[in-house]
């Protein structure tokens, strides 16, 4: 009797102790296993799960999951590799001829092919799509398919970033079939190690795991990108594991997750910039003074200091993680001087001006912003701040409906030529150079760094267009980013780029 009574107790105690550890902020645990289930918490909604017809971080990252590009570039080494690409070959400087992977199926299980990435690039720089990213591929002269799994790339001229350009997310291949049934921008569609369930816009997304992908098919089961708009709300949830990863935290925020002991924080010196930009197309923006003035007054030595290690100072637009980078190029720009910023205000009436921020519903842009208003105001400007949700905040900036604003770039290629022409080439002028700039003699020098094979020449390009820019300041840049990611430990396996981005498919929990 003595023996099944202690046998009963020490039953009771294993049954108690495996109930406590299931309910731990640890997360979910199915049959003693930890459930291969994540939730990723957005603060804001996705724009659309087109490649073709997005251009935003948010959306973006659904994208990553569920297409792929031809090539991608490896995060440690920030080499390009090969991924639905086999191999290739430049005969010329202006031809590129690509081998594919074969028997990789979309996921409505149609082939992956050459005529697939023929319809993809084609539709892509298509005018009538109206690509918002259309600048990616506007080196390209014509797709031609030579195989079934064979394709040509003739380029107009010399292009040096191209495989860079064909490992950005906007170049990922979809399904043309699937694109022909149905709105990819609400359905998407791709060869990637996950597959569309469902969208409830300003709700959530959810993937699931692919189990027929042409590589291992990923641990995890089921990813649900949940929209929580207030960032103190997710960290919340990340803290009692209804939420197993954040990425993207505030520096007010840093302190705070990383005192969470089930949670592990991710950082490194990344490729995003941020910045101030001025709509070259109204008053008094278009004035050099009132742009050195701002610039004078904006103190972003003491901004940075708030962000906590979270930000990197340099008035230089490209960062010191892309290509193109010289440090000289620091010394272009214009250092904290209130004197005389108040001198240039005083000097051309810009006090008389009322002017408006027009910030995105980001807690890193209300950051800027707020401080920005706080130093504008002390050297005598009339500024106020107007925000807006990110996906109306993003048509209205393209529509250059703003005064001054605060833009980023994660600049996901790492080269510094898919920086400067998508966002102050005059060509981009109403699509993705929000800033409206427009310059002959910076055009004509980005030009020459992308119509360049020879790595040496287009960095010395790259260096002068920088230097003009920094000088003629349409932007200001505030700083550049430390990328950041905070998971559950229960999560495994997630590499962070330098870029921000980041794939799911080596993740799993246990």
Partial sequence: MKKWLIALVGLLVVFTTACSSSSSGSGDKNGGEVSQELTYATTSDVVGLSPILTNDSVSSNVIEQVYETLFTRNPETMEMEPLLAESYDTPDDKTWVIKLKENIKFHDGTDFNAEAVKYTFDKFMDPETAAPRASLLEPIESVNVVDDYTVEIKTKYPYGPL???LSHTNSSIVSPSADKSQDLMKEPVGTGPFKFVSWTPGDQVVIEKNEDYWQDAPKLKKVVFKVVPEVTT???????????FIDAIPTEQLQRVESLKN????KQEGTPVYYMGFNMEKEPMNNPEFRQAVAYALDREAYVKKLNGLGIEGNSVIGPKVFGYDESANEAGYQHDLEKAKELVKKNNFADKELTILVANRDSYMLMAEIAQSQLQEAGLNVSIETMEWGTFLDTARDGKYDMTFLGWSNTTSDGSELLYPN????N????NRVRYSNPEFDKLVNESRENVDQDVRAEKLDEANKLIVKDAPVIVMNHGVVTAATDQSVKGLTLDPTGQWSLYNVYRE
């Fill in 163 to 165: 495989l860079a350009a």
């Fill in 234 to 244: 997710a960290i919340s949830m990340l803290q009692t594991g209804k939420v197993q």
């Fill in 263 to 266: 949670v592990e924080v991710s």
């Fill in 424 to 427: 102050f080439h005059s060509d």
């Fill in 429 to 432: 002028v109403g699509s993705s």
